[in-house]
C-alpha cells in the first residue's frame, strides 16, 4: 500500500511537527511486516476534535487545510453573487454551490456584510398575520375585529401579490401600505379589464385585415389561388385604403377563361372600425337587403365584396373603363391590373397634364359618370380625383363596391357629392369648360332642378324631396326583397358552405 505523507515544517501554527521518519533499506520497505505496521498505525489515529488547537496528524491537517478552502471558496461565491445581483430586486441565490453551511464563528466583519441568505430575508416585510377563525382577536379594550381597517389595508396590500405579472404593483409590503376595499377593488377590476382588453386586441390582430398584412384565413386562401395555378405569386402590397388592401400579382390561369398577366388582389378589411358606415351603403339596396338583415357584420364585409364584383360586370358591359373581374373568393376579388410592367395607372389628382388633356379628362368623366347613371343604373356614391386613374390617355373607374342605384334612399344625395367632388377637382386644375355642380348633376341626371339663385340648401330640399317621391313609387311597385338575377344578368353567389 502507497502512503504519502505531508510534512510540515518546523514552524507550523498548526503545531510541532513530527519527528523524521528513520532510513530503511528497500528490502525492509518491500517487507510484508512493515506495511502491515504502517496499516496498523493508520488505523490508530487519534479522534478528531473540532476544538483541538495542536495536532500531529496528517488527516487533521488536511482536513483542516480543505475546510480553510472551502470558506475561501465561499467567500469568493458569495462576492460574484453580490456582484451579479447588484441593487435588482429579484435577487439570483448561489447557495447550491456552497460547500460549507452558513457559519456563525466567522471573525470576518466583511462576510456579515456580504452574506445574506435568501431563503431568510431579514429585510423582507412579514405578511399580515390573519385572523382566527372565530373572527377576533385579544380581549376586553383590545379586541380587534377582521373588519378593522388598519388589518384590512395590510391584507388588501398583500393581495396585489395576486394580480397579473404586468401590473406593478411596488413594495407596499415594505412601505406598510394600508390599502382600503373600495381602492383595492378598483384596483382588481381595472386590472381584469385591462386583461381582457389586451386579449381582445390579440385576437382582433390575430382575426382581422390590417393595413398592409392579412390576418391567417386571408394568408391561407391566398396560397390556395396559388396552389391552384390562379397567381403565379403575390408581389406586395400597392395600395391601402379605408376599405381595403391591394396587392399585385402575377396571373396564372382558369378553365373557364383566360387570367391577365398582371392581376390585383383587392381583400376588403375585416375589421369593422375602419369604414364604420358601409351599411348605409348596402341595407337600403334593394339588391342585397333582404340578405343584409340576416347577416353579421363579418359577413357583410364578404357581401360586399360580391356588390363590388356585380358592379364592374354592369360597367363593363356599358363599355366603361374599369377592371375586369376574374374572381370572387370569400372577401378576396381578383381583377385586371389596370398599368404596365408592375407600375400601377397614377390618380388623376397625381398626374400631371397640360390644359388640352385636362380638358378631355374632364369630357370623359362627364361621359362616364353618365353611362353609369343612364346605362347601369348605378351611381358611385365615392367619386373623386383619388377613385380615378389615368392610363393609356383614358380615364378608368375604381372603388365601386359602395356604388348604389338611384333608386337608394339615398342616391341623388350621393350623386349630388360626387358633382361637387368632380367640379371643385377640375376648377381648380383650370378648367375653364367644367361645370359648376349644379350643372353637372342636371347633365348628368337628366332632371332638370330649376338652379335659380344657386342655393344649395334650396337644391338638397328639391333633391331631397325627389327622392321622396322615387322611394314611395319604389315601394308601390312592390320592389323591396334581392330579385332572383341581377341586372347584369349574373346570378347573386351563394354564401360559402363553411358559413
Not at 256 to 277: A, G, I, M, R, S
Request: net charge negative.
Amino acid at each position: 500500500m502507497n502512503k504519502i505523507f505531508l510534512i510540515a515544517p518546523q514552524l507550523s501554527p498548526w503545531g510541532s511537527a513530527a519527528p523524521a521518519a528513520p532510513a530503511c533499506s528497500l528490502a525492509d520497505v518491500m517487507s510484508e511486516q512493515l506495511a502491515t505496521q504502517l496499516d496498523e498505525e493508520n488505523n490508530a489515529f487519534p479522534a478528531l476534535t473540532e476544538y483541538a488547537s495542536e495536532t500531529t496528524s496528517d488527516l487533521m491537517l488536511a482536513k483542516m487545510l480543505q475546510m480553510q478552502f472551502d470558506r475561501e471558496f465561499d467567500d469568493q461565491l458569495r462576492r460574484e453573487e453580490k456582484k451579479f445581483n447588484g441593487e435588482s430586486k429579484v435577487s439570483i441565490s448561489f447557495e447550491n454551490y456552497r460547500m460549507v453551511h452558513p457559519y456563525e464563528d466567522s471573525d470576518s466583519s466583511e462576510d456579515e456584510v456580504d452574506w445574506q441568505d435568501t431563503r431568510h430575508d431579514p429585510y423582507k416585510a412579514d405578511k399580515p398575520q390573519t385572523t382566527p377563525r372565530r373572527g377576533f382577536t385579544g380581549k376586553g379594550k383590545n379586541i380587534t375585529t377582521k373588519h378593522d381597517a388598519e388589518t384590512c389595508g395590510r391584507k388588501n396590500t398583500a393581495r396585489m401579490d395576486n394580480f397579473a405579472p404586468e401590473v406593478h404593483v411596488g413594495d407596499g409590503l415594505g412601505m406598510d401600505l394600508k390599502l382600503s376595499n373600495q381602492v383595492f377593488n378598483s384596483l382588481k377590476q381595472h386590472c381584469y379589464s385591462e386583461q381582457r382588453r389586451s386579449a381582445r386586441l390579440h385576437e382582433k390582430k390575430e382575426h382581422s385585415t390590417a393595413e398592409q398584412a392579412v390576418d391567417p384565413r386571408t394568408r391561407l386562401l391566398m396560397y390556395k389561388m396559388v396552389n391552384a395555378g390562379v397567381l403565379e405569386n403575390i408581389n406586395g402590397c400597392i395600395s391601402t385604403g379605408k376599405e381595403s388592401v391591394v396587392f399585385h400579382a402575377d396571373g396564372g390561369s382558369l378553365e373557364e377563361q383566360p387570367v391577365p398577366d398582371e392581376v390585383v388582389l383587392k381583400v376588403f378589411k375585416t375589421t369593422l372600425n375602419e369604414f364604420k358606415n358601409r351599411d348605409r351603403y348596402i341595407k337600403d339596396d334593394y339588391r342585397f337587403k333582404e340578405r343584409f338583415s340576416k347577416l353579421n357584420p363579418r359577413k357583410v364585409i364578404r357581401l360586399w365584396a360580391e356588390k363590388e364584383m356585380h358592379n364592374l360586370a354592369r360597367m363593363k358591359k356599358a363599355e366603361i373603363p374599369c377592371p375586369e373581374v376574374v374572381l370572387l373568393k370569400k372577401h378576396i376579388l381578383v381583377m385586371s391590373f389596370i398599368g404596365k410592367d408592375h407600375v400601377p395607372a397614377p390618380k388623376l389628382k397625381d398626374v400631371v397634364l397640360n390644359s388640352e388633356d385636362m380638358k378631355n379628362a374632364f369630357y370623359q368623366v362627364l361621359h362616364l359618370m353618365q353611362l353609369m347613371y343612364q346605362e347601369c343604373n348605378l351611381v358611385h356614391a365615392d367619386l373623386s380625383e383619388y377613385n380615378m386613374l389615368w392610363h393609356e390617355g383614358k380615364v378608368w373607374l375604381i372603388d365601386v363596391s359602395q356604388s348604389i342605384e338611384p333608386t337608394h334612399p339615398h342616391g341623388l344625395e350621393f350623386l349630388f357629392r360626387d358633382c361637387r367632388n368632380v367640379s371643385t377637382f377640375f376648377q381648380k386644375r383650370g378648367v375653364s369648360e367644367a361645370m359648376s355642380v349644379y350643372e353637372l348633376f342636371n347633365a348628368v341626371s337628366g332632371l332638370n332642378i330649376p338652379v335659380g339663385a344657386e342655393e344649395e340648401a334650396e337644391f338638397m330640399a328639391e333633391i331631397v324631396a325627389l327622392e321622396k317621391r322615387n322611394e314611395d313609387h319604389v315601394q308601390k311597385r312592390g320592389k323591396k326583397t334581392f330579385p332572383v338575377t341581377c341586372e347584369d344578368g349574373d346570378p347573386p353567389l351563394k354564401p360559402d358552405a363553411d358559413d
